[in-house]
T-cell receptor
Framework: GAVVSQHPSRVICKSGTSVKIECRSLDFQATTMFWYRQFPKKSLMLMATSNEGSKATYEQGVEKDKFLINHASLTLSTLTVTSAHPEDSSFYIC???????????FGPGTRLTVL | AQSVTQPDIHITVSEGASLELRCNYSYGATPYLFWYVQSPGQGLQLLLKYFSGDTLVQGIKGFEAEFKRSQSSFNLRKPSVHWSDAAEYFCAVATGNAGNMLTFGGGTRLMVKP
């Protein structure tokens, strides 16, 4: 149980385009999901907290107009990188909070490369 | 604000040897503590967690960790390492509520020699 999926696993796009990444909790409902960013050989940095039915809470320094988060259902949160630039290239990982164990379970990550 | 320190960036051990990965945290109260493992290009898998009670917790894959309040530490151990344990290990803390946002340490890369 407590499986989280992400789609796509890898995406390459041109500079200036937008990319949407989906995060799904497959076998549980998640009122709260989190989006992290991981640079090569680095740790995970929290970007935002996504709450179902309300606006996401962004960490300091994260541009909310660039990284749009939508948590429209109890099993799906999406991250849209708008007008992507090469510096947005990174590994994006989501997690979903499993309420009954109060634990976050992580998706497999999405590798974004912006050319 | 809370912080997590993993002093060892890289550790190399021989297969079959014991392992201890260090984790120190900074927080005024007792945090909720986690260890995750990440294989290259993959997401994170939960190894174990500590919320309260017995300070020695058992996890998956033969790992255990001990919470020591006096040392603000939550070190991960395994008595005999297998080659498949080679990966990146992250210690993390949540404060206020176990399901809150996680603050991660910098990670420790484990390499296993045959």
């Amino acid at each position: 149980g407590a499986v989280v999926s992400q789609h796509p696993s890898r995406v390459i796009c041109k500079s200036g385009t937008s990319v949407k990444i989906e995060c799904r909790s497959l076998d549980f409902q998640a009122t709260t999901m989190f989006w992290y960013r991981q640079f090569p050989k680095k740790s995970l940095m929290l970007m935002a907290t996504s709450n179902e039915g309300s606006k996401a809470t962004y960490e300091q320094g994260v541009e909310k107009d660039k990284f749009l988060i939508n948590h429209a259902s109890l099993t799906l949160s999406t991250l849209t990188v708008t007008s992507a630039h090469p510096e947005d290239s990174s590994f994006y990982i989501c997690s979903a909070r499993f309420v009954s164990t109060d634990t976050q379970y992580f998706g497999p990550g999405t590798r974004l490369t912006v050319l | 604000a809370q912080s997590v320190t993993q002093p060892d960036i890289h550790i190399t051990v021989s297969e079959g040897a014991s392992l201890e990965l260090r984790c120190n945290y900074s927080y005024g109260a007792t945090p909720y503590l986690f260890w995750y493992v990440q294989s290259p290009g993959q997401g994170l898998q939960l190894l174990l967690k500590y919320f309260s009670g017995d300070t020695l917790v058992q996890g998956i894959k033969g790992f255990e960790a001990e919470f020591k309040r006096s040392q603000s530490s939550f070190n991960l151990r395994k008595p005999s390492v297998h080659w498949s344990d080679a990966a990146e290990y992250f210690c993390a803390v949540a404060t206020g509520n176990a399901g809150n946002m996680l603050t991660f340490g910098g990670g420790t890369r484990l390499m296993v020699k045959p």
